[in-house]
């Protein structure tokens, strides 16, 4: 059984920073595709970023330039840098799993789902 727990969630105001976490238990995710994606009050979830085994990475075009995903095999954990937050990134934040080796953008694709965590961004 896939757990996916995330953390590092709050109140910021805008222009701050932000570093989500992703923890996986219940199986070596080295080999998978990791996703973050949001969803916002009244509003469908959206892709945010992903990483695959390689660490190659891909990102919405809203958030390029202020958003960071990492991975750290070691300790089956992914992480989202936010930096410079807008009121409009917030959201409520999830990290997923697929076992592939692309970019995947899709939200269906992805099997195993955390909880999500909240991320506020007063202006």
């Known amino acids: 059984q896939v757990q996916l727990v995330e953390s590092g969630g709050g109140l910021v105001q805008a222009g701050g920073s932000l570093r989500l976490s992703c923890a996986a238990s219940g199986r070596d995710l080295s080999a998978y595709t990791m996703g973050w994606f949001r969803q916002a009050p009244g509003k469908e979830r959206e892709f945010v970023s992903c990483?695959?085994?390689?660490?190659?990475?891909f990102y919405r075009d809203s958030v390029k330039g202020r958003f960071t995903i990492s991975r750290d095999n070691g300790k089956n954990t992914v992480y989202l840098q936010m930096n410079s937050l807008k009121p409009e990134d917030t959201a409520v934040y999830s990290c997923?799993?697929?076992?592939?080796?692309?970019?995947?953008?899709?939200?269906?694709?992805?099997?195993?789902w955390g909880q999500g965590t909240q991320v506020t961004v007063s202006s």
């Open positions: 990483i695959n085994r390689s660490g190659s990475t």
């Open positions: 997923a799993a697929v076992q592939h080796e692309g970019l995947i953008v899709a939200r269906s694709a992805y099997r195993y």
